[in-house]
């Protein structure tokens, strides 16, 4: 009886030594990210995903309640610190593109039970949508201010190629609770920009063996063609969100999961698989990564929900970490990645919604993990730019290399 006591003992200290390097693991993410993701990672294979996210959100949630502390003693809350600071002229919200027509969406009609959230227009629960006129220029749909930073929603130009502006740039500041929470926004041209899908070198892993190299093909690594990257979605263990590449499905669709799907004319959909996102055979890759965050244009309800099987086993939909998102406008032209700091999953939709996104699914999150970077020639080759400053260090060349992670790039048309 003595010997089971001590063995019950030993393997109790065993685990709290365990939660607490995971705690310690994910509170060193913020000195070293790269380490402590991780280490983040191991630990979750030695406890569990749903060990890990308790801990991880214990953390979480102390480092935001001694945020509000801090802001309720100095008041006020910082700018958005953009890598090589703001840009001062505001862009008009409509600038000159090809005459080249894209696809349109058949209209669906709006469920009413999405949930309207004060100040951000939505469309109305029995309204039937139909798409906007296919037109030479990009109608970029205005976005809606939720508190009084200087900047926020206004439009300003991001990236050009070819001479024009092709992607656009704002932040939202959603959350009336942390004056510090911010989303940026990128709004991309899909006219004159194409969107790829790549898988990592080693995620999302699968029993299905295809080619994975993780690297941008040297085709695309051109200066003046390769524009930016960004993350892609949880690993494969967090969810088994399906994911398929060039007609080989590595990890089969779930049920009524928010999917993107990549076409062979450089068009993209999101919404539903086999609804809103057709399984025709020009469809060349698709990729899920929980319920859509926005759907038919109105924030979907389960973004107040906890349960992890919707969220892949990661934190709490209510704690504050580093949240991204990708999304499409009402008439597939306009592609949106937002990527901010302090966000709740509630906020992060209502910063998707106030840019009128049409569908949106929730990406990666956490600070190393939610990650996108411009790119600027440099001598022979070319130079990735973080968007943001608290990106700058953080393995900030990371989508110039093999990358282990999948992970989606946009080059010229």
Do not use: C
């Not at 940026?184 to 969107?195: C, E, P, S």
């Amino acid at each position: 009886m003595f010997r089971s006591k001590k063995i019950k003992v030993a393997f109790l200290s065993l685990v709290i030594l365990l939660v607490l390097g995971a705690g310690a693991a994910y509170a060193a993410i913020n000195i070293w990210p790269s380490v402590g993701a991780e280490t983040v990672d191991i630990l979750r294979g030695i406890l569990g995903d749903q060990a890990v996210a308790v801990v991880e959100d214990s953390v979480l949630k102390t480092q935001d309640d001694i945020r509000q502390l801090l802001q309720k003693i100095k008041g006020g809350a910082p700018d958005v610190q953009w890598t090589g600071g703001e840009i001062t002229e505001s862009a008009p919200l409509s600038t000159p593109t090809s005459s080249k027509p894209i696809l349109t969406q058949t209209p669906s009609p709006v469920r009413p039970y999405f949930t309207a959230v004060p100040g951000v227009p939505t469309l109305a629960a029995t309204q039937t949508v139909s798409p906007s006129p296919t037109s030479a220029g990009w109608n970029l749909p205005p976005a809606t201010a939720l508190s009084g930073k200087k900047n926020e929603a206004q439009w300003q130009p991001f990236i050009t190629s070819n001479g024009q502006v092709v992607a656009y740039r704002t932040f939202i500041a959603p959350d009336p609770q942390r004056s510090y929470a911010f989303a940026a926004v990128i709004a991309f041209d899909l006219a004159n920009t194409r969107l790829h899908f790549l898988l990592g070198s080693e995620d999302p892993k699968s029993d299905v063996k295809v080619e994975r190299s993780g690297r941008i093909p040297d085709q695309d690594r051109q200066a003046g063609f390769l524009l930016a990257a960004f993350n892609g979605g949880f690993k494969a263990e967090h969810g088994h969100f399906g994911v398929m590449v060039n007609g080989v499905t590595l990890i089969p669709a779930r049920d009524n999961i928010g999917t993107l799907g990549l076409y062979a004319d450089g068009s993209v959909r999101m919404g539903l698989l086999g609804q809103d996102v057709p399984e025709t055979p020009d469809l060349l890759a698709w990729r899920q990564n929980g319920p859509l965050v926005i759907q038919n244009g109105s924030i979907n309800p389960q973004t107040d929900s906890n349960d992890p099987q919707d969220w892949g086993y990661v934190v709490s939909s209510d704690t504050a970490t580093y949240r991204s998102a990708i999304a499409i406008s009402q008439d597939n032209r306009t592609l949106y990645f937002v990527v901010g700091p302090d966000l709740t999953l509630p906020a992060l939709a209502k910063a998707v919604a106030a840019i009128q996104a049409y569908q949106a699914i929730q990406l990666d999150i956490n600070n190393y993990w939610a990650h996108f970077e411009s790119f600027e020639p440099a001598g022979a080759g070319l130079k990735a730019v973080p968007l943001l400053d608290y990106m700058k260090g953080i393995d900030d060349q990371r989508f110039l290399g093999r990358y282990i992670r999948d992970y989606f790039y946009v080059t010229a048309k």
